[in-house]
């Protein structure tokens, strides 16, 4: 059973930085597509940023030029390096992997990162 286990949320104030880790026991990691989430109270949750088995990124409008992804297959990690954040960066992230041979995606429990002064 693959697990995900996110860290780095927390409290920020408008204009900081948090950079946050995606760590993923097994051997899969280099084998999938890896993204981060975010959901926030009353809403959906919402694609942040992906990042391709060979390193192709993605990102969400609202986040672009901000935030950046990026990945450690040797480490069986991933990040998110999020700069200049904005009080409607507030939410849960959340880290997925998916495995592209075999299509199975795996989630993580959620980190909070909370943006205000």
């Known amino acids: 059973q693959v697990q995900l286990v996110e860290s780095g949320g927390g409290l920020v104030q408008p204009g900081g930085s948090l950079r946050l880790s995606c760590a993923a026991s097994?051997?899969?990691?280099?084998?999938?597509?890896m993204g981060w989430y975010r959901q926030a109270p009353g809403k959906q949750r919402d694609l942040v940023a992906t990042?391709?088995?060979?390193?192709?990124?993605n990102y969400a409008d609202s986040v672009k030029g901000r935030f950046t992804i990026s990945r450690d297959n040797a480490k069986n990690t991933g990040y998110l390096q999020m700069n200049s954040l904005k009080p409607e960066d507030t939410a849960v992230y959340y880290c997925?992997?998916?495995?592209?041979?075999?299509?199975?995606?795996?989630w993580g429990q959620g980190t909070q990162v909370t943006v205000s002064s």
């Open positions: 997925n992997i998916k495995d592209v041979r075999t299509l199975r995606t795996y």
């Open positions: 097994g051997s899969i990691f280099s084998f999938s597509v």
């Open positions: 990042i391709t088995t060979y390193g192709s990124t």
